[in-house]
């Protein structure tokens, strides 16, 4: 049965804005985006809304439902009250370029900025054989559809704008922890996490792994495992001696 529902959408661009009232029909089974998608089809034609595929899996209609980063197309209306104000907001980590649309360019820029797979030097192809066994524990990671709503909720860089230039956020951490688990590559993955990329600045606070829709244990099984063999490189009795015999 339909009923009517009170949005709060946020209206604006990078000079400012503020939330504008909407009282919107809605229809048995539908979920956040398509009352967006409504607004713009009987109240406001000019509303800017990212969006792709309505299915979970593009990643592009990320935004702050009741303040609460999520995806519209996967937020179902019946999991609000019908008489509960609902608002909408773009997500707040990044700068906004109009409406519910903000300026993700962050995370191609540091997606760019973590070195490819690196394979022994000489490896013919078909020399090695993958087993399951060698993607076990990363095939989890290959699952992320670039939402970035960690990368948004990650307080490191949400409440610290200057942590930015220093810190990659967990999507990219991620990436460096499956590129280290891969066994072929033969890049040290430890340091450029610490050194280039920010690990330390990660305090584990799970919010990442909290707000990803494809359930992801990012904290638990990326970031904390690399974190573990950073120290255990750092304080291993075998690469101490080694340093100071080659500092000789
Ligand atoms: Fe989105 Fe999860 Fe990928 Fe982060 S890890 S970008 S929350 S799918
Ligand atoms: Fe941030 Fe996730 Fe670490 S939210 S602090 S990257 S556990
Ligand atoms: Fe593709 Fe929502 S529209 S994830």
Redesign the pocket.
């Given at each position: 049965m339909g009923y009517q529902a009170q949005f709060k959408v946020w209206r604006g661009d990078a000079e400012g804005g503020d939330f504008v009232d909407y009282a919107v029909d809605v229809e048995e089974g539908e979920v956040v985006l398509d009352i967006m998608h409504r607004i713009q089809a009987t109240q406001a034609g000019d509303m800017a809304v990212r969006w792709n595929c309505k299915a979970g899996k593009c990643g592009s209609c990320s935004a702050e439902v009741n303040g609460r980063p999520r995806l519209m197309c996967m937020t179902r209306m019946s999991t609000f009250e019908e008489n509960e104000e609902i608002s909408v907001a773009p997500i707040r980590t990044f700068p906004v370029i109009r409406d519910l649309v903000t300026d993700v360019d962050f995370n191609y820029a540091k997606a760019r900025e973590v070195p490819a797979f690196a394979p022994p030097e000489g490896l013919a192809p078909g020399e090695y054989r993958m087993a399951q066994a060698d993607v076990e524990r990363s095939q989890e990671f290959r699952k992320c559809i670039e939402c970035y709503l960690?990368q948004n909720?990650?307080?490191?860089v949400r409440d610290h704008e200057e942590n930015k230039q220093e810190f990659s956020?967990?999507r990219y951490?991620m990436r460096i922890a499956e590129l280290d688990m891969h066994p072929l590559d033969v890049r040290n993955r430890k340091e450029d996490a610490q050194e280039e990329h920010g690990l330390g600045?990660?305090?584990?606070?799970?919010?990442?792994?909290e707000v990803c829709p494809e359930h992801i244990k990012?904290?638990d099984n990326a970031?904390i495992p690399m974190k573990e063999r950073v120290v255990d490189r750092k304080y291993d009795p075998l690469v101490w001696l080694g340093k100071k015999i080659f500092k000789r």
């Open positions: 960690c909720v990650c307080h490191v956020g967990p951490l600045y990660c305090n584990i606070t799970k919010c990442c792994t990012i904290t970031l």
